[in-house]
């Protein structure tokens, strides 16, 4: 890739689209990143900087900072590169590994993605995936960096399955809460907003896990969980309610399950009654101990499964003892 080639096609079910690095020189062109990150997120307490600052920041320009926007195909009208038709977007800068060294050093920069996301009515056509691979191969082949980090939230199926088991990113930290209270449509202000820290080795192709049996196996699975029928937000729903857990296994590997949509629990539990709230709470708080303690023992998180059955589907993380 070269500075010719700012811009990728991307097709998925029929569709096109093209994904981009803005370049832009006006301020303005960065309000819509901010407009998407609200509509997403829609939590205005937490926002980017000033246009004109954003602008500054992009790498292009004077800073250090990565804007990726993904448009839709206009029939007809070729690519609309506006706010109508800009249906994801990424952004991430350049940070550094070791503080006391900060800058002084190329081989002690990593780049730090901070932000992705896609409006909810384009999910489903593998654009988050699609944005990811950009970024890399930009962060690899224009930065000249060899390591991205991220966050996420540990209990979304989603990005558990984006983020280890398909770009097999590693888990370098637990993070309590590192962003305070944090509301809006994916998080809830009364649940702690968790983090796993993760490192994405982008020199190296994921490796992929030889299983050699059935590893979903009930004595490995080190959470119990009920499927429990509860009056939700909007009516009747089933849910993933966690129980017991066992935070010090005697086997390996080990399997920790998690919700398969904690974004749908979420909301569905968002109700008056104290014992429905708690649900996302319990798995919070359960798997925090859960995952603080296995990996204080020497347990790695190596990869994400489904499990699919009949009418049920179970998400679990595989992780191995070192």
Known sequence: MSLLEPQRIFESKGLKFLLTIE??????????????????????????????????????????????????????LGWLKDKHHLVGFAYGFVGVKNKAIAFRDQTNLWFYAQFLGVKEEWQGYGLGIAIKEFQRDIVRDWFGLDFIVCTYDPLTAVNAYRNVHYFGMKVLEYRIAPYGEYGGRLNRLDIPSDRFFMGWDITRLPKKLDLKEDIIKSERIVNQVDLVEVEGKDGSIRLEVIKEINPSPKVSPILVRIPVDFYSMLRATDVASSEIRRIPLDWRLKTRELFLSLFKQGYSLVDFLLERKLDETRAYYLLIKE
């Open 23 to 76: 370049d832009s020189n006006d301020p303005e062109d960065y309000r819509k990143y901010e407009d998407l990150r609200e509509e997403i997120w829609a939590f205005p307490e937490d926002h980017l900087a000033g246009t004109r600052n954003l602008l500054c920041e992009n790498f292009l320009h004077e800073g250090g900072s990565l804007f990726i926007a993904a448009y839709h195909e206009e029939p007809g």
